[in-house]
């Protein structure tokens, strides 16, 4: 497998090749930063692995978990995506937003990735108001079917 190619000069927050003047092949450069932005643009992931998949399509991306192996060592926490049959990976910052497409649940990137479970339901208590609870059980089953909450600790 290639390297991926060091950048002279890139933007600070995706790392997106930057053009300078006179530069040679610039269908690279910019082609590279397209391939990025389409990937990242879409705020998902196929799925969070710490190796990569073998059969990984031109465009797929994945977030990194630990402890990473292979291709993906020493790239923890990372969106890795596949570009022109190699792996670019892009170092998340904090307010970073990911929807992991397989668990299907949001992700939320603050000195590491968090996936908040789903609240419990109340149970018990002195006075108990049925209608009130069912509606609380109703929204965090709709929280939780649109990917704002992680699974259900019940």
Do not use: Y
Request: with cysteine.
């Amino acid at each position: 497998m290639s390297e991926p190619t060091p950048f002279p000069s890139v933007t600070p927050n995706f790392g997106l090749p930057l053009l300078i003047a006179g530069q040679s092949q610039k269908e690279f450069f910019v082609n590279q930063a397209l391939s990025v932005l389409d990937a990242l643009s879409s705020q998902a992931v196929v799925a969070s692995k710490p190796t990569p998949p073998e059969d990984a399509a031109e465009g797929e991306s994945f977030r990194v978990t630990s402890p990473a192996a292979q291709a993906w060592t020493g790239c923890e926490d990372h969106i890795a995506i596949r570009i022109g049959g190699s792996w670019h990976f892009v170092p998340p910052s904090d307010g970073m937003r990911l929807f992991d497409r397989t668990a299907t649940v949001s992700l939320f990137f603050r000195s590491g990735w968090k996936a908040e479970s789903s609240p419990v339901a109340p149970t018990g208590g002195a006075i108990v108001d049925a209608e009130a609870r069912a509606a609380l059980v109703q929204l965090i089953q709709m929280l939780g079917n649109i990917g704002l909450l992680g699974p259900s600790t019940q």
